[in-house]
């Protein structure tokens, strides 16, 4: 139980055009999805909060307009880049949680911008 | 507020010998810890949590933890490596009750040598 998946696996995008990444929760109602990034040979940085029907929390740093973040569903978050460059390339990860104080981790979506 | 140190950013062990990776918190609130493990490009796996119960937690693939509230520590041991433990692992916490937000710690990479 508690699988959390993400689409896509690794993308390759433009610089200056969108990419959307979904993460889904398979099992389980998330009310609550976390969105992080890792560098190559870092840790997961907490990029935002976002609770189902209401505004992400962004961490500081992060800007909002650039990473659009909708969890319209207790089953559906997504996050969009927008207008990417290559500094945008990393690993991105998302969790679920269900609000019993565990975060279930997806997979991991690989964004590589030329 | 909490934070993660994870003191060796590198162990290196010999196939069937013993691992130890350590963690030290600092957490304003009763503290739920954990160690995830991530393989080269892959997403995380939850090798063990503790948030409350027993202070010696066992978990997956013959790792185990123990929680030292004396030292604020949270080392993570394997009496014997095998290969297929070479990877990263993290230690995060999260202030049990007070929010579901995970702080990762640096992370240690696990060298196994035949």
């Known amino acids: 139980g508690a699988v959390v998946s993400q689409h896509p696996s690794w993308v390759i995008c433009k610089s200056g055009t969108s990419v959307k990444i979904e993460c889904r929760s398979l099992?389980?109602?998330?009310?609550?999805m976390f969105w992080y990034r890792q560098f190559p040979k870092q840790s997961l940085m907490l990029m935002a909060t976002?609770?189902?029907?209401?505004?992400?929390?962004?961490e500081q740093g992060v800007e909002k307009d650039k990473f659009l973040i909708n969890h319209a569903s207790l089953t559906l978050s997504t996050l969009t880049v927008t207008s990417a460059h290559p500094e945008d390339s990393s690993f991105y990860i998302c969790?679920?949680?269900?609000?019993?104080?565990?975060?279930?981790f997806g997979p991991g979506t690989r964004l590589t911008v030329t | 507020a909490q934070s993660v140190t994870q003191l060796d950013s590198h162990v290196s062990v010999s196939e069937g010998t013993p691992v130890l990776l350590r963690c030290n918190y600092s957490?304003?609130?009763?503290?739920?810890l954990f160690w995830y493990v991530q393989h080269p490009n892959k997403g995380l796996q939850l090798l063990l949590k503790?948030?409350?119960?027993?202070?010696l937690v066992k978990g997956i693939n013959g790792f185990e933890a123990e929680f030292k509230k004396s030292e604020t520590s949270f080392h993570l041991t394997k009496p014997s490596a095998h290969m297929s433990d070479a990877a990263e692992y993290f230690c995060?916490?999260?202030?049990?009750?007070?929010?579901?937000?995970?702080?990762f710690g640096p992370g240690t990479r696990l060298s196994v040598l035949p």
């Open positions: 969790s679920a949680s269900s609000g019993a104080g565990e975060q279930y």
């Open positions: 099992d389980f109602q998330a009310t609550t």
């Open positions: 976002s609770n189902e029907g209401s505004k992400a929390t962004y």
């Open positions: 957490s304003s609130y009763s503290p739920s």
């Open positions: 503790y948030t409350s119960a027993a202070t």
């Open positions: 995060v916490v999260s202030a049990r009750n007070y929010g579901q937000n995970f702080v």
